[in-house]
């Protein structure tokens, strides 16, 4: 595993049913950077942990063709 040096909070919005958030966590952790993602349902918050620098577009692009809303990112 890489190491993290990176971590981005998102807020997102969907389709939280186990399938749907399963699919989308697979998605993002096969983008190159990522190390983990962890998803708080109640709260929409996703935080991608990476060991570069991940685009926000490339995971708003994905969160999106997944079937979820991207809100945007927390704390910029």
Known sequence: MSAVLYRMSLLIDGPFCYTCVQSLMKRLRAIDGVVDVKLNMV??????????????????????????????????
């Not at 929409?44 to 979820?68: A, N, P």
């Open 43 to 76: 709260a929409g918050l996703l935080i991608v942990y990476s060991g570069k620098g991940v685009d926000v577009g490339v995971l708003r692009r994905v969160i999106e063709e997944s079937g979820f809303r991207f809100l945007g990112v927390v704390g910029v």
